[in-house]
Nanobody
Framework: QVQLVESGGGLVQAGGSLRLSCAAS????????TGWFRQAPAKEREFVAA????????DYAASVKGRFTISRDNAKSTVYLQMNSLKPEDSAVYFC????????????????????WGQGTQVTVSS
């Protein structure tokens, strides 16, 4: 079992930046692929970004590409999401997710592929 805890959310003005963190604990010795998803009120959960265990592969939703950067520090069992040039439409609860991957280069963009989820952190971008 792996436990995930997100942090770093908050209220920011449009054009501002936030960095989200996802700290893992428990059985973190496996090669976990990690992703970020978000869910706004009355909307379905959507993919934001993903990173492979070895960090050599990343994937982004078109809506955030060029503004968000996903990274990880395996020594700290933490994955980050740097969010720049934030827009009001980025407002949502952000969740991190993890799944054991056979290959260290694997990423997943579908929520159904992930077994482990955090509780989420709220991001609100004011106009």
């Amino acid at each position: 079992q792996v436990q995930l805890v997100e942090s770093g959310g908050g209220l920011v003005q449009a054009g501002g930046s936030l960095r989200l963190s996802c700290a893992a604990s428990g059985r973190t010795g496996s090669t976990y692929a990690t992703g970020w998803f978000r869910q706004a009120p009355a909307k379905e959960r959507e993919f934001v970004a993903a990173i492979s265990y070895n960090a050599r592969t990343t994937d982004y939703a078109a809506s955030v590409k060029g503004r968000f950067t996903i990274s990880r520090d395996n020594a700290k069992s933490t994955v980050y999401l740097q969010m720049n040039s934030l827009k009001p439409e980025d407002s949502a609860v952000y969740f991190c997710a993890a799944e054991v991957a056979v290959l260290g280069t694997t990423t997943y963009s579908r929520a159904s592929r992930y077994s482990y989820w955090g509780q989420g952190t709220q991001v609100t971008v004011s106009s």
